[in-house]
């Protein structure tokens, strides 16, 4: 089982490292203005799906939590979602993520870097743009107070995974 997220954790920070290659390329006016998109994390390029690793199917969603060790705002959410039975217990039907350094990534910041982040990709490797926080100008955002709001949204994440998938 370790070895498997292991594998998983390896697999994502490869793909990572990928995409970083082209986040310095500047996007012209006909990409602007087109409407957002879910994100897919592929760009289009064939690779492994970390679903499907070692020739098993993880039929799990992803959820990447981005954190600093030494914000207090990374730290007050890690507490609350710690100490939250329910989602604790459904953070088990989850493959979790905790980057706890900024991504140069832009598929891994589609509203900006900052923390606590926490984004929801489904098998496909989407970003799903229909889970989010409560914030208009951050909306992958989560405090202490919206514990309830990202329950929520984790429930959302494994029905939207049951019933698209």
Avoid: W
Avoid at 122 to 135: C, E, F, H, W
Avoid at 154 to 164: G, I, R, S, V, W
């Amino acid at each position: 089982m370790e070895k498997s997220y292991m594998s998983m954790f390896l697999l994502l920070v490869a793909i990572s490292c990928a995409l970083a290659k082209d986040a310095g390329k500047k996007e012209t006016k006909e990409t602007t203005a087109k409407p957002k998109l879910p994100q897919t994390l592929s760009r289009g390029k064939k690779q492994k799906n970390p679903s499907q690793i070692k020739g098993k199917t993880v039929n799990k969603p992803l959820m990447i939590i981005h954190h600093l060790e030494d914000c207090p705002h990374s730290q007050a959410l890690k507490k609350v979602f710690a100490e939250h039975k329910d989602i604790q217990k459904l953070a088990e039907k989850f493959i979790l993520l905790n980057l706890v350094y900024e991504t140069t990534d832009k598929n891994l910041s589609p509203d900006g870097q900052y923390v606590p982040r926490i984004l929801f990709i489904d098998p496909s490797l989407t970003v799903r743009a229909d889970i989010t926080g409560r914030y208009s100008n951050r909306l992958y955002a989560y405090e202490p107070s919206d514990i309830s709001l990202l329950y929520s949204n984790m429930q959302k994440a494994m029905k939207l995974l049951k019933t698209e998938l």
